[in-house]
Protein backbone atom coordinates (compact mmCIF):
# COMPACT_ATOMS: atom_id res chain seq x y z
CA UNK A 1 0.00 0.00 0.00
CA UNK A 2 1.24 3.23 -1.01
CA UNK A 3 2.09 6.02 1.39
CA UNK A 4 -0.87 9.01 1.55
CA UNK A 5 0.18 11.86 -0.26
CA UNK A 6 -1.43 14.16 2.73
CA UNK A 7 -1.95 13.38 6.09
CA UNK A 8 -4.46 15.45 8.09
CA UNK A 9 -4.23 15.04 12.09
CA UNK A 10 -7.43 16.30 14.01
CA UNK A 11 -7.38 16.66 17.39
CA UNK A 12 -9.62 14.81 19.44
CA UNK A 13 -8.52 16.39 22.93
CA UNK A 14 -11.71 17.11 25.20
CA UNK A 15 -11.06 21.31 24.26
CA UNK A 16 -11.10 20.57 20.47
CA UNK A 17 -13.58 18.13 20.35
CA UNK A 18 -15.94 20.09 22.28
CA UNK A 19 -15.38 23.60 20.15
CA UNK A 20 -15.93 22.05 16.78
CA UNK A 21 -13.54 19.32 16.13
CA UNK A 22 -16.32 16.61 16.25
CA UNK A 23 -18.50 18.42 13.33
CA UNK A 24 -15.14 19.12 11.72
CA UNK A 25 -14.33 15.15 11.28
CA UNK A 26 -17.47 14.38 9.46
CA UNK A 27 -17.07 17.55 6.94
CA UNK A 28 -13.52 16.50 6.27
CA UNK A 29 -14.27 12.80 6.00
CA UNK A 30 -17.50 13.90 3.71
CA UNK A 31 -15.03 15.92 1.96
CA UNK A 32 -12.24 13.82 1.39
CA UNK A 33 -15.22 11.59 0.10
CA UNK A 34 -17.21 13.89 -2.50
CA UNK A 35 -14.13 14.89 -4.23
CA UNK A 36 -12.54 11.07 -4.75
CA UNK A 37 -10.06 11.72 -1.93
CA UNK A 38 -9.92 8.73 0.43
CA UNK A 39 -7.07 7.30 -1.64
CA UNK A 40 -4.14 10.40 -1.58
CA UNK A 41 -5.30 11.67 1.88
CA UNK A 42 -5.16 10.25 5.62
CA UNK A 43 -7.00 11.10 8.26
CA UNK A 44 -6.37 10.72 11.72
CA UNK A 45 -7.06 11.67 15.18
CA UNK A 46 -5.10 12.75 17.87
CA UNK A 47 -5.59 12.53 21.52
CA UNK A 48 -4.42 16.05 22.40
CA UNK A 49 -2.16 18.13 20.56
CA UNK A 50 -0.90 20.74 23.50
CA UNK A 51 -2.67 23.21 21.81
CA UNK A 52 -6.17 23.77 23.73
CA UNK A 53 -6.18 27.56 23.97
CA UNK A 54 -6.38 27.33 20.17
CA UNK A 55 -9.05 24.74 19.76
CA UNK A 56 -10.30 23.51 17.65
CA UNK A 57 -6.81 22.51 16.57
CA UNK A 58 -6.12 20.84 12.61
CA UNK A 59 -2.47 19.87 11.04
CA UNK A 60 -2.68 19.25 7.31
CA UNK A 61 0.81 17.64 6.48
CA UNK A 62 2.06 19.64 10.01
CA UNK A 63 1.23 22.95 9.24
CA UNK A 64 -1.46 23.69 12.10
CA UNK A 65 -4.43 25.44 11.64
CA UNK A 66 -5.72 26.96 14.98
CA UNK A 67 -9.81 27.73 15.54
CA UNK A 68 -11.24 25.71 12.49
CA UNK A 69 -14.72 26.16 12.52
CA UNK A 70 -16.83 24.20 10.37
CA UNK A 71 -18.14 27.34 8.39
CA UNK A 72 -14.13 27.40 7.28
CA UNK A 73 -13.12 23.76 6.40
CA UNK A 74 -14.61 23.71 2.78
CA UNK A 75 -11.89 26.80 1.77
CA UNK A 76 -9.30 25.17 4.08
CA UNK A 77 -9.76 21.67 2.52
CA UNK A 78 -10.05 23.11 -1.59
CA UNK A 79 -6.72 25.77 -1.00
CA UNK A 80 -5.00 22.76 0.62
CA UNK A 81 -6.08 19.62 -1.07
CA UNK A 82 -7.18 21.08 -4.56
CA UNK A 83 -4.88 24.06 -5.27
CA UNK A 84 -8.22 26.25 -5.65
CA UNK A 85 -9.60 24.35 -8.43
Known amino acids: MEAPE ?3 TVCMGSSCFSR ?11 FLRDHDLTCRV ?14 PVIEI ?8 QPGMLADL ?3 KLLGDQ
Open 6 to 8: TVI
Open 20 to 30: GNNVNTEIIDR
Open 42 to 55: ELRGCLCSGRCKDA
Open 61 to 68: DSEVFRGV
Open 77 to 79: LTH
